[in-house]
């Protein structure tokens, strides 16, 4: 009598069944007339070019490897104005100058690994991050834990971030040692009260809590809340300021620096807010979020938006989307020449000033869950893209196209 051998394992699932391969694009393209880096007047125009790759490997029925690698290239005619002198016969605010400040390239790798339970109810996860452009130097690393319940219902998650930042301080042209130019026009001499930072990090910390509930079978809702603590170098040393109780002086049509921006040295943020997605039928999905936001600088602001899903077909999705941002102002804020030299705090960057935004975006995207498609050894699973307009009330305009496609391995 033969006995059969009794094989007492079950089939587990795998988290990631094959690689996959993201591809993304994006180009974004500014416009506006309060640059901060020549004091809250002048051109903001920035161009500003992004691609990255993100590859998720399967490394057995638990694990998941992600790395991202991308870089973010730039031409910047606010910038350009960190040294105005380097190009044109006219120098001016509202013209880009040609010096190397006017673009730059900014790398960056991030890697993140993954664990998920045997019954799939626990996920934690640690990441590492190494970015660097010009001036800026970051290296980061955090992790996160979640834990579902009630048959996957519920589910709680906490995560922590910690980012050690070091600034090359780039300063404007004429506070630099040595600087002398016999086209300075003006009431007495040019002599500006400025001195160096003398620090240049910049540490951030944060800690999140998101907690996410299936309300019923075509609701679902999530709450989040932030802390996020700052301490270092938070301003930017290539921003200038004009006083308004000193005398002005000029090379052209160009206003020489008071000073550059000066903020405290801590900063504490506190974001909270929710999302809650409505299934509507077989062909719409309603799509909503609020922030709400606070800091210790004195800014409050409120986010709303709306996403409407639309299914055309079995594999193209239409997506309309809207969103409105509003703000207080940062109690440190001021228009060109408001601020007194006797201050202790002063910026003239207009993104930290009282506005409202609106956001308009449509995008469409390609999905086929059998990868009918195929390039070279991997199947086309997605094709995303979008576009989106953004207009702010204090002259800002700008507009942004992304492209994503996903791809994944035989």
């Known amino acids: 009598m033969g006995w059969s051998q009794q094989d007492n394992t079950s089939y587990k699932r795998r988290v990631l069944e094959a690689s996959e391969v993201d591809l993304l694009f994006s180009y974004y393209n500014q416009d506006g007339n309060h640059a901060a880096v020549t004091g809250g007047e002048g ?43 380097d190009g044109g016969l006219n120098v001016t605010p509202f013209d880009a100058s040609s010096g190397e400040s006017r673009k730059d390239i900014l ?154 921006e000066h903020l405290p040295d801590s900063r504490l943020k506190v974001p909270f807010g929710g999302r809650l997605n409505y299934y509507v039928n077989d062909f719409l999905v309603l799509r909503s979020y609020y922030r709400l936001y606070w800091d210790d600088w004195g800014i409050t602001s409120h986010t709303a938006n709306l996403e409407l899903p639309f299914k ?43 506005y409202d935004a609106h956001q308009y975006g449509l995008g469409v995207q390609y999905k086929d869950i059998f990868t009918s498609a195929k390039v070279l050894n991997f199947g086309l699973k997605t094709i995303d893209l979008r576009f989106s307009q953004y207009d702010r009330s204090d002259g800002l305009n700008a507009f942004i196209l992304t492209l994503g496609t996903t791809f994944v391995g035989n």
């Open 43 to 85: 051109t903001e125009d920035l161009t500003d070019a992004t691609s990255s790759i993100v590859l998720r490997m399967p490394l057995n029925e638990d694990d998941v490897l992600t790395v991202d690698v991308g870089l973010s290239a730039y031409t910047s005619a606010s910038s350009s104005n960190v040294n105005p002198l």
């Open 107 to 260: 790398a960056y790798v991030k890697p993140t690994y993954q664990h998920s339970s045997e019954d799939r109810n626990t996920i934690w996860s640690a990441n590492a991050y190494v970015s660097s452009e010009y001036d800026y130097f970051s290296i980061g690393f955090g992790g996160n834990y979640t834990r579902l319940f009630n048959e996957k219902n519920t589910e709680l998650s906490l995560g922590g971030t910690v980012f050690l930042d070091k600034w090359n301080a780039i300063y404007p042209i004429e506070l630099r040692p040595g600087f002398f130019d016999d086209r300075i026009t003006g009431n007495g001499a040019y002599m500006p009260n400025f001195t160096e930072f003398d620090k240049e990090n910049r540490n951030s910390y944060s800690l999140s809590l998101s907690f996410s509930q299936i309300l019923g079978k075509r609701v679902q809702g999530a709450l989040f809340v932030d802390l996020v603590s700052q301490n270092g170098l938070l301003s930017t040393p290539f921003q200038r300021v004009y006083f308004g109780d000193t005398e002005d002086f000029f090379i052209d049509d160009f206003q020489l620096a008071d000073d550059v």
């Open 312 to 354: 055309l077909t079995d594999k193209f999705t239409l997506y309309p989307a809207y969103r409105y941002y509003t703000q207080t102002a940062a109690d440190y804020f001021y228009p060109k020449e408001a601020a007194l030299s006797t201050s202790e705090f002063y910026t003239s960057d207009y993104d930290l000033s009282k």
